[in-house]
């Protein structure tokens, strides 16, 4: 079983910036992908950002592009997401989650993913 605890949440002003960290509890080796999703109130999850675990190889949504960046260190089993510019429609509990797969480009899809953590708040003030 793996676990994934997110973590970095809080509160900002608009145009500020946060860095979310999810930590996994095992030692990720081979094709696994890393995700980032967020879900607001009343609405469906949404893809964020996804990084490969081997290559590195980094999707975004149209929507946050040029805004957040997503990275990932292999020796501390853990996934960065770096929010810039943040705007008071990214508020909402923000996710990650993984799952394994040598077909990363379906990274935008929550249905494929295997393991999730429980969240982080992030409330962007306007």
């Known amino acids: 079983q793996v676990q994934m605890v997110e973590s970095g949440g809080g509160l900002v002003q608009a145009g500020g910036s946060l860095r979310l960290s999810c930590a996994a509890s095992v030692r990720f080796s081979g094709s696994y992908v890393m995700g980032w999703f967020r879900q607001a109130p009343g609405k469906e999850r949404e893809f964020v950002a996804a990084?490969?675990?081997?290559?590195?190889?980094?999707y975004y949504a149209d929507s946050i592009k040029g805004r957040f960046t997503i990275s990932r260190d292999n020796a501390q089993n853990t996934v960065y997401l770096q929010m810039s510019s943040l705007e008071p429609g990214d508020k909402g509990v923000y996710y990650c989650?993984?799952?394994?797969?040598?077909?990363?480009?379906?990274?935008?899809?929550?249905?494929?993913?295997?393991?999730w953590g429980q969240g982080t708040q992030v409330t962007v003030s306007s």
């Open positions: 990084i490969t675990w081997s290559g590195g190889s980094t």
């Open positions: 989650a993984t799952f394994l797969s040598n077909q990363p480009s379906i990274c935008r899809s929550k249905e494929k993913y295997t393991y």
